[in-house]
């Protein structure tokens, strides 16, 4: 499964001098400190556990980038993948835990839940890539849809929508590698480009959000 969790929450119920030692560890292994009465929460570019709301409820992360839920009350919380895929569950947690980490390799929208409060839901968006975002007919474009090849057990799925189009057409179904070039095969225009991880037989994330290149008259 990919990604990875950054508190052992169970160990957070012991004694302070330990609870102490713990936190330190798991900020060294997050990056993060925990928040605690008095200081900042979230920390900057994390997403707060307010009550009875995640704030942003929309957070953009970029491919193999990694997203950081602070735990900012002291009623308790968690953050659990919505996805078929069911990539994390964070456990409950409070003010003065450390925070929850998750890290997202392929583009794609992943909705998540606290399940212990109704409404209280959020969305992580991945951006698919391209590059260059404009040119002529006679060039490749770099289409990337992930930071690294799908892990095992996971494939990644890329439409397009040609010029002139209404309808999203598979280019890539079931792949695992994290990037191709595209050929423009239906002549100027603009060009719509979308992606997923799948997880076979199970589920997927929903499409990522549109990434566009423009294709002018070769010459």
């Not at 990056?31 to 979230?42: F, I, L, M, N, Q």
């Not at 951006?127 to 930071?147: M, S, Y």
Request: overall charge neutral; some cysteine; charged content about 15%.
């Amino acid at each position: 499964m990919p990604g990875r969790a950054a508190a052992d929450k169970e160990e957070m119920r012991r004694p302070i001098v330990l609870l102490l030692t713990l936190g330190l560890a798991a900020s060294a292994w997050s990056g993060s400190a925990p928040a605690s009465a008095g200081a900042p929460c979230p920390q900057s570019g994390h997403i707060a556990s307010v009550d009875f709301a995640f704030v942003p409820s929309l957070k953009s992360v970029p491919q193999g980038g990694t997203a950081f839920w602070d735990w900012c009350t002291t009623t308790g919380h968690n953050a659990v993948d919505l996805t078929p895929m069911e990539l994390y569950d964070s456990g409950s947690g409070v003010l003065g835990d450390p925070p929850f980490s998750y890290t997202f390799v392929a583009a794609g929208r992943y909705p998540y839940v606290c399940t212990f409060h109704v409404g209280m839901d959020g969305t992580i968006s991945v951006k698919l890539l391209v590059d260059p975002h404009a040119g002529n007919e006679d060039q490749a474009f770099d289409v990337t849809w992930a930071a690294t090849p799908a892990p095992d057990g996971f494939v990644y799925d890329v439409q397009v929508r040609r010029p002139g189009s209404e309808n999203w057409k598979s280019w890539k179904r079931a792949v695992k590698p994290a990037s191709h070039a595209f050929h423009p095969d239906a002549g100027p225009g603009t060009y719509r480009f979308r992606s997923r991880m799948r997880i076979l037989g199970t589920g997927h994330a929903d499409w990522s959000k549109t990434a566009t290149i423009h294709v002018d008259p070769a010459g």
